[in-house]
């Protein structure tokens, strides 16, 4: 019954801006660390995002790599997590995972819920 769902993906010209959203059913995102991860080819796993406002206010992490590029935000209406994506490069390019967990935020993989993955390919 709970499924997480990526959305937004496609094919992109370098530079160009994308923009993937995470909706939930069978789970509350506003009671959850949500977190966005990414896998290229040949490559682990790496975190991208978090994001988690169980304890009050807004706690937001982001991976080395998109710093000052990338933007987590949320919907709680809508029960949905975005990551707006600007100045994409050819090295974003892989398949973007959503994850939720009610007792975890961070950009370790110890989610337990996991959407299926969402294709973004950056050309040059």
């Known amino acids: 019954q709970l499924q997480l769902v990526e959305s937004g993906g496609g094919s992109v010209q370098f530079g160009g801006n994308l923009r993937l959203s995470c909706s939930a059913s069978?789970?509350?995102?506003?009671?959850?660390?949500v977190a966005w991860f990414r896998q290229a080819p040949g490559k682990e796993r790496e975190g991208v995002s978090a994001?988690?406002?169980?304890?009050?206010?807004?706690?937001?992490v982001y991976g080395d790599s998109v710093k000052g590029r990338f933007t987590i935000s949320r919907d709680n209406a809508k029960n949905i997590v975005y990551l707006q994506m600007n100045n994409l490069k050819p090295e974003d390019t892989a398949v973007y995972y959503c994850?939720?967990?009610?007792?975890?935020?961070?950009?370790?993989?110890?989610?337990?819920?996991w959407g299926q993955g969402t294709q973004v390919t950056v050309s040059i």
């Open positions: 994850a939720a967990d009610p007792n975890y935020w961070g950009l370790n993989q110890l989610y337990d819920y």
């Open positions: 069978g789970l509350a995102l506003d009671d959850a660390g």
């Open positions: 994001i988690s406002d169980v304890r009050g206010g807004s706690r937001i």
